[in-house]
Structures are given as C-alpha cells and as structure tokens.
C-alpha cells in the first residue's frame, strides 16, 4: 500500500527537527497528509443516452439522484456537454459525465478528442441493454489510444424482474452469466480486445458485479491512485471496509517514527505538539475515509432510505460525527491512563541527557501508535454498523 509519507519527506521533516524546527516539521507533515487526499483521479463516464450514465455518477459519488449537487437524469438525453461532477469528500475524484454517444454527430475518434480523452484515467461505457454499435466504436477507439475501457450494463435488476415476471423458476445465477457472457462475445466478435464487463444495478451497488468493479480497479489503476479511488468508493461491503482499514493500519508506523523524532528535541512542548497536528489530521483522514462525517451520513441516509436517526444511533465512537480539534483527540489521551502516563513521562525524560531523548523516542513512538490504532478500530467498527444498518442487516455478512 502507499505510504502518505515517502523517504524525501521524511528526511526533511527529520532535519527541521534536528534543527528544532518544529513549525517546518509540520507544515511538511500537513503537506503529505493533504498530498495523499489530493491525488487526481479523472474518470470518464459515456454511453448511448438514457442508458444511466449520470444515475452511475450519483452513485459511485453515494448521493442521491434528488441531492443538489447530483447529476440531473431523466428519460431523455440530459447531458449535451462535458459535465464535471467531484466526489464530496476527495474533490480530486471527479466523474465526467460525457454526452451521449449516440447524441453527438462525430466518428468515435472525433468524439474523444470533443471530450478531451487525454485528462482521463480510464472510461467507463455504460449501456442499459446490449452494447451497441457505437459502444464497439468507442472501446475500440479508446483502445487504439492505449487507454482502459470498463463496460457496464446497468439497470441488471430491472432485468432480472421482468425474468421472474415471465418464467417460475429463475436461475438468476445462470441469466447474470450468460448476459455478461453474450456482451463479451459479442465485444471479442467486434474486434475489441480483453473487454471487461460488469453487472451493475444502480441502487443496489453492494449487489452483482460492482465490488467486482471496484477490485478491478484497484489492482489495475497505479499504485498511487490505489487508495484514493478506495477510500471515494461508497461503503457497500465490509471488504471494502476493513480494505479501507487495512491501508490506514499499514500507515501507522509512519506516523509513529515522525512522533518519536519530535520526542528528541529539547524544547518543552515540541513532541506534544507536532503529536497533536499529526494525530487531528490523521483522524480527520479516518472519519472521511470511512464516511462517518456529517455529510456523508446525511447522504447515506437519503439514499438509502433509512432514517438519518437510525443511522446515528449504532455509533458508538466519541469521534464519529464529530470536529475533530487538538482539544477533542487530548481528552481522548487523558482519558486513557496508559497513555497519559507515558505522555508525561515522554516529557520528563526528554531533557536527561542522551538515554532520556532515546526513552522519550520509543515511548512518543508507543503512544501515536497505540492512539491511531485505537482511532482507527473505533471508527471502522462504526463504519460496519453504519453499513449494516443501511442495509437492514442485524448480524455479520
């Protein structure tokens, strides 16, 4: 997994605080925490019109299709221009909601240059029904241009019912895969190299072929824009839940080395500090990677259909929904009697000579440690019930 800080950084944040300079060390720690949340990621959304592009781009956002900020869908063709939509908690994650294929009077390659297909990291072509000839035109186009196409054939529940109207006995096991089998073919028969396709009910994302979607990505997109599409995806298993956790978890020991190098400095003060700026942001990373602030649960709520009430009543964490301040994360240290202890006795030994700067090291190591690990299992423990709740489940999936 990548790490927020890498080794250049990590050498400037270890000279500014070899030179007692504390302000430095944390603007640079501040710097790649907002780095590591800023990483673009460009995701370009096209199809034939009325197919559910922007229902898909409301989706994959966790808002409603009825939020303010949603991408308007109806009937007809709603989308005639490149329309721009950042996800509400990493506004470097944007979904550009294209116009409809069959709606513009260009040849496929006319179209993605009208598009700008330079600026995205890979398409996704979406269709309600089988894929279409300008589906084939495009995915080979995008193909020619060395970049990565995902065919999505939305609105499977709706086909899935109409199954179950008209026949007894469904296989819908069988159905889901002859219907992906046929749009392979059918793209392989065209000329279209290795397409990969996916099921995808818009309302229902934790069903068929989207978490399926979202591990193809994850391993084929660059490492460095790995966890910024995992932590924009929408909560809808607990595998990508405790996926979420298992970067975050990975990045501790980081952040524990940066702490005991602020224990070596003489300066009273100084560790705490640089402790508390690190650890405020670093929760604030957790909170809206799980999803659990204000907004994203509001969101959760309204397009879910469960009451905002019943969301927030199995939140159990003093830090979910909350601002996470300096004044809010000491309370929580002071709270815990270990911690505490070993802050102030990371105080004290910091100013014996030699062996207490070594014993101060190991014990801010301990504590930034022990603090995010906590954090981090109180919040994603939230983020499961949360998940749960939404989904009506009452025991582990």
Known sequence: MSNPVDKKSAEEIKKALQNNNQAAAIAKVKECLEKAKNTPLNIAITGESGSGKSSFVNGFRGIDDSDDNAAPTGCVETTTQVAKYPHPS???????????????????????????????????????????????????????????????????????????????????????????????????????????????????????DFPLLQQTLEKE???????????????ISLEVINKKKKVFQDQ???????????????????????????????????ITGFSLDEGSVKRLSTSCGVPLSDLKSVLTSPLALKKITPD????????????????????????????????????SYKVTEKALQTFLDMIADDAQKVFRKALGLTTSV
């Open 328 to 363: 809010l994360i000491t309370k929580l240290l002071i709270g815990c009697t270990s911690t505490a202890a070993m802050l102030a006795a990371e105080e004290g030994l910091r100013f014996i000579p030699l062996i207490g700067t070594a014993v101060a090291a190991t014990l």
């Open 221 to 235: 997109l660059p490492e460095h824009k790995r966890d910024i599409l995992l932590f924009a995806m929408p909560n």
């Open 90 to 208: 990493y506004p470097n994650v944007t979904l550009w909601d294209l116009p409809g294929v069959g709606t513009m009077k260009f040849q496929a390659s006319q179209y993605l240059q009208y598009v700008g297909f330079q600026k995205y990291d890979f398409f996704i072509i979406i269709s309600e029904t089988r894929f279409r000839e300008n589906d084939v035109m495009l995915a080979k186009e995008i193909q020619r241009l060395g970049k990565t196409f995902y065919f999505i054939r939305s609105k499977i529940d709706n086909d899935l019912q109409a199954m179950k109207r008209s026949k007894k006995n469904v296989n819908e096991e069988g159905i889901l895969a002859q219907i992906r089998e046929n749009c392979i073919g059918g793209f392989q028969n065209a000329g279209v190299s290795s397409p990969k396709v996916f099921l995808v009910s818009r309302f229902d994302l934790h069903l068929y």
């Open 252 to 286: 501790i020991s980081t952040y524990a080395f940066i702490s005991a190098g602020g224990a070596v400095i003489p300066l009273p003060g100084a560790s705490v500090a640089l402790d508390l700026t690190m650890l405020v942001m670093v929760t604030i990373q957790y």
